[in-house]
Each structure stands twice: as C-alpha cells, then as structure tokens.
C-alpha cells in the first residue's frame, strides 16, 4: 500500500484523477459524457459534410434489382438468411479461391439495406448467382440436404407455395426510387409486368427440370434475387482482369 502511494506522489497521476473524479459523481458524468459526444461527433460529422460523390464508390456497371429481384431480397431479408450467410468476399486468397473475386464498394450501390452479414454458418452468397440453375434453388429451399448433404439449414417449403403481392412489390419500388434508386418507372402496372415477364423465365427453366411452378410463387422471387447476386461484379471484373 505504501509502495503504491509513493508511486503515485512521484507521478502525480494519482493525486490528479483521486482530486478531479473520486467521490464526485456529477463530475464525472459530466466528463464521460463529452467524451462520448466528441467520439460521436468524429464518426457523424463526415457524413453530412461529405459530398456523396466522395462519400461512396459509384460504377455504372451495377444496374438496379429488377421488382423480381426486390421481391426476392424483401423475402431474403424477412427469412432471416442474413443471419447464416454473408455476402462479403474478403482479399483474402483462402476466400477468393472459395468464393470468388473479392467484392468492390460499387457493388452495393442499390443494396438497401446492406446484407453483409456478420458470420458464415452457410457460404458467403455475394457469388452464387449462376452457380447453380435454378431448380437447384427450389430443391435446396424445400430440403437443402438433398442438394448439400450435411447442412444445418432449415427447410423452406412455404416458399413454395406462398404468393407475392404485385402492389406490396411496387410499394418498395417506390420506396427505393424514393432514396436514389433509378428506376425507369414505379407504376403498379409496369412493376407487375417486369415481375410476370421474368417469372416466366424462371418458370420455364425450372419445368425443364420437371418442377410444376407460377411467376408470383415466392420461391421464384428468392431465386431470382439469388441468380442475380455478383453476376454484374464478376462479369466486370473478369472484363478487367481483375478475377484476384
């Protein structure tokens, strides 16, 4: 104890902190509290200072989610697949070998909300679109241990059979040209024709496999988005050279 005290009448430190901060608890909220608004302060100021073309990376060789697209990610996102998969491919030679090319800012230009996830109890998705085709989508949503032995994931069957809604689909349309999105329009009537239209094509590729389905099936959605993700990333990048 003695020891301690002579260390602390040599430094001063001691004396300092025990005079300014000990028994004064008003005192130190009040401390605490600057101290946690000037770290705030750092990380907010910049955001509404900073021009947006400085702020994040744009590219022009990302397009916009198609409303089939969108309606996959809202289901995306309301299933929880967030939570198991990441869709974030690191510089890193063990995930690229895996995975693929590692992911550029660009890319999540549209991504509203981000969906990168924070652990990987399934493999990153940031490039499955066209890993797969498109049946190997609906068998793994209604059991995936028939198209990957072993895995913990959850069935889906209701995706199956569950609807989308063509309004509550142009309702996030709208929302997202809202923000940015640039959309060439966000009319219920053009919104449902762009979902038909693909949906057909997915429809057609999975009767090819001998599955039975229709353009507004949720499963079909969930499959266009996951057919979508990276495709545009990795044709760029393979274009420039850049697959490492």
């Known amino acids: 104890m003695s020891d301690h005290n002579h260390h602390d009448s040599e430094t001063g430190y001691g004396r300092f902190h025990r005079r300014v901060f000990e028994r004064k ?9 600057v101290a946690i608004s000037v770290g705030a302060l750092v990380e907010l100021i910049p955001m509404f200072t900073a021009s947006s073309s400085a702020s994040w990376e744009r590219v022009d060789w990302v397009t916009p989610y198609t409303p089939l697209e969108v309606a996959g ?7 929880g697949c967030y939570l198991c998969h990441s869709q974030m491919i690191r510089p890193m030679r063990a995930e690229i070998l ?13 991504d509203r909300p981000f969906l990168l996830g924070s652990r990987r109890l ?5 490039r499955v679109g066209g890993k797969y085709p498109d049946a190997w989508h609906y068998e793994h949503m209604r059991d995936p241990r028939s198209t990957s ?9 209701w995706l199956i059979d569950s609807k989308i809604d063509p309004a509550d689909i142009a309702a996030s349309v709208r929302a997202l040209a809202r923000v940015g999105t ?15 239209s693909q949906g057909a094509t997915i429809v057609q590729n999975l009767a090819s496999a001998g599955i039975t389905a229709e353009w507004d099936d949720e499963i079909v959605a969930l499959t ?7 495709v545009e990333g990795r044709a760029h990048l393979a274009n420039q050279g850049g697959d490492s």
């Open 25 to 33: 608890a008003g005192v130190f909220a009040v401390a605490t509290t």
């Open 73 to 79: 990610r809202d289901i995306y996102v309301r299933e």
């Open 98 to 110: 895996r995975y693929g090319p590692w992911t550029r800012a660009g890319e999540y230009q549209y």
């Open 122 to 126: 399934g493999p990153d998705l940031q």
């Open 149 to 157: 032995p072993g895995s913990v994931m959850p069935v889906y069957p």
């Open 182 to 196: 640039p959309y060439e329009s966000t009319d219920e009537a053009w919104v449902a024709g762009r979902l038909q």
């Open 224 to 230: 266009a988005y996951l057919q979508r993700l990276g």
